[in-house]
């Protein structure tokens, strides 16, 4: 079984401490696992004005660039999303990103919620948008969670939007804790819990020094 093929490798290099722990609770030998974290290419700035293409002049920006599926957590950050409002008016949530939760992300946001002057979704776009997402946004923030058997593996978006020098909220499962440290490199919070990420996202966006 592939348990056993694991076992007769000369190593196992799982790109995250839960990956790794994972592996070890179905049986494979400790001694050959060896975590190495995933990295990323560089995102680089570039001149696609990201504001004007999807009006969002004077909006402080948050932004997810994922697929829409559910452990991703998109919906709990919509649902979060009037808590910010309260708070930051010109708050604004972008969504990168295609998938077969789409017609019901869209229907909680803009029928459910009523948010259709906070929610754009920008659907797949290519690299150099993507970059100039990271590069634009003043939050990045995926919330993810354990979903029946989806779980993140990592989360190399964090990578992406750090490089381009942006803190991030992200929820605290699965591999997630190696890709962002809590309180340097950005907030882990209870994917959960629509009050802790709300507040996460509202002192990121008043905390500019932090």
């Not at 993507?130 to 990578?159: P, T, W």
């Not at 890709?179 to 990121?204: F, M, Q, S, Y």
């Amino acid at each position: 079984n592939i348990i056993k093929k694991m076992n007769n490798a000369s190593a196992i290099t799982p790109v995250s401490t839960y990956t790794a722990n994972h592996f070890k609770a179905l049986g494979v030998n400790p001694s050959l696992i060896n975590v190495i974290n995933n990295g990323t290419t560089p995102i680089i700035k570039n001149n696609i004005d990201i504001r004007e293409k999807y009006k969002l002049e004077g909006k402080q920006v948050i932004l997810t660039v994922a697929r829409l599926i559910k452990h991703k957590g998109q919906d709990n950050l919509l649902k979060a999303l009037p808590m910010i409002l309260g708070v930051i008016p010109n708050a604004h949530y972008l969504m990168v990103g295609d998938g077969p939760d789409k017609k019901y992300l869209e229907d909680l946001a803009f029928h459910q919620l009523g948010l259709g002057g906070n929610v754009t979704f920008a659907g797949e776009i290519s690299d150099e948008n993507v970059a100039a997402c990271y590069h634009e946004c003043d939050v990045f923030a995926m919330i993810s969670r354990q979903y029946k058997n989806s779980v993140e593996g990592f989360g190399i978006a964090f990578l992406e939007a750090g490089y381009a020098g942006k803190p991030v909220v992200g929820g605290d499962s699965g591999g997630i804790p190696d890709a962002v440290e809590h309180n340097k490199t950005g907030v882990l919070v209870n994917p959960n819990n629509l009050e802790e990420i709300a507040e996460a996202i509202i002192d990121l966006l008043q905390n500019k020094n932090k």
